[in-house]
């Protein structure tokens, strides 16, 4: 591959890379689920369900329709092939991703002991009582300890301290993930979900950074040191000197892309396919456009989610999507599923300058199947934003 690329066939290598372009099968099952996620290597965790819960997304722009329920079982087994933990943000990362995250677990230990002011110095008989009753009773969720705490006489700790307590000692890797009830997380002691070749690995905080990068690379295809850095939310200086390492083994190459200001590192096995024939929702946590500075230097898109904006002062909606056709993102879309009513809300889409004039009518398929998906039975259109006529015309119900 030339060293030095087009922005064009770096949006496409970066594309490629994320599973976009490839050949997909009427009903994804397992294996299709195992291979998606082991391309990107994370799925992002967020709470917010007025469409979808953010982890369940970059599966359906990729495969398109796919049971969850299937995803669930495989996610959140109790001592499966997945795990939760801090990656780029909470995250289900792989179970042999873990070990590689040990020093971010000492890091957040560091800090809580080197703070004066941190909550652990006050409440270590607390930890050690959290740690007891979860070896005593197995995995739990933070509401059955606050329960049990509850029933206690005389003094004792708050509720809100369970909590406290238990994110503390999950992000010292004290206590591990044991999968997710209506998305409440299970705590559980690292030992009873893990098996003792993945908690007796030992990784240096240098071998881990480059086995991260070598991930990232991979998962980008193409990415400058802050794009790759980014991904698992590593330091720039020590990223820089893991990735001359991987160049040195071969893992990745240095490459100039044009009108980017900074070099870019290209992953060995990365494809440079001559076009990307897609067209997808993305989550606001996709890794395609999470990094907001790299969606608008590869693809001229600027992002914000505007979940935190007063609505007054909202430009695009509350948890608009962005849209992908082909390798541009052309578009945004605000979706909520009203699943009392049994209704897919367009609550307002958007083109961008440019768009193709057959956006609405590729875009509609994709509607009708995440409705389907969602199991709702019809789509209404509320007439806001440049796309909405459009997409109202092709769905052929009037603007609500």
Known sequence: MADDISPARARRIALAAQGFGRTTVAAPGIRQLNLAIGRLGLLQLD?????????????FARLGAYDKAALDRLTFARGGRYIEYWAHEAAIIPVDTWPLLRWRMQRFRDRAETDAAHWAHANRPMIQWLREELAEKGPLPASAVEHDLNKRSGPWWGWSDVKTGLEAMFRWGD????????FERIYALPEQILSGEVLGRTVSREEAHRELLARAASAHGIGTAADLADYFRLGRAESVTALHE???????????VRQWKQPAWLHRDARGPRRIDTVAMLSPFDPVVWDRPRAERM????YRIEIYTPAARRTFGYYSLPILLDDALVGRIDLKSDRQNRVLRVQSAWSEPGA????????VPV?????????????????????SPGLAAELGVALS
């Open 47 to 59: 709470s917010v369900n007025v469409f979808e819960r953010s982890h369940y997304l970059p599966l």
């Open 175 to 182: 206590l591990v993930s044991a999968g997710r009830t209506r």
């Open 246 to 256: 991987l160049e040195d083994a071969g893992v990745v190459s240095r490459v100039a």
């Open 299 to 302: 693809f001229g898109f600027r």
């Open 356 to 363: 193709p004039a057959e956006t609405a009518a590729r875009l």
């Open 367 to 387: 509607l009708r199947d995440a409705a389907s998906w969602q199991g709702l039975e019809r789509i209404e259109v509320v007439g806001r934003g440049t796309l």
